[in-house]
């Protein structure tokens, strides 16, 4: 438990707004006592720039952003997971399911691949390079 004077972790996590499943893992994942900023990947927010500039493809997962590390796909749900409550239900299955690095990577290419699917079935297109000009 942290004291109540020292501050909480601030924590980044870079998704795909116009994924509905990315968006609602979102808006639903818990980071516990940790400040836990969302941010679009389509935006140009600093953020997704820095990610961006260390080489990341936001097509192939979500990126969290938490003490000085930049983790990716999932590495990044992992991380999530560890650091959600134990309470509640959502945050109990998100710890069963990415809790565990080995699962959480082999999960995650077809977490992907639903992903992408979706996004043709509703006609949005991929998110692309942002710091690269059309």
């Not at 004291?3 to 707004?17: Q, V």
């Amino acid at each position: 438990m942290k004291d109540a004077n020292e501050p909480a972790d601030d924590i980044t996590l870079i998704y795909d707004g116009q994924c509905p499943v990315c968006t609602a893992y979102s808006c639903n994942v818990d980071a516990g006592e940790n400040q836990l900023k969302r941010v679009d990947a389509r935006s140009s927010d600093p953020e997704v720039l820095k990610a961006l500039k260390a080489g990341v493809d936001l097509d192939e997962g979500m990126v969290v952003l938490h003490q000085g590390q930049l983790l990716h796909g999932a590495d990044a749900m992992h991380r999530m997971a560890l650091l959600a409550p134990s309470s509640g239900f959502r945050n109990r299955v998100n710890r069963l399911l990415f809790g565990n690095l080995t699962v959480a990577r082999a999960a995650y290419p077809f977490m992907r691949a639903g992903r992408n699917t979706l996004l043709r079935l509703l006609g949005r297109k991929k998110i692309g390079r942002l710091d690269k000009p059309a």
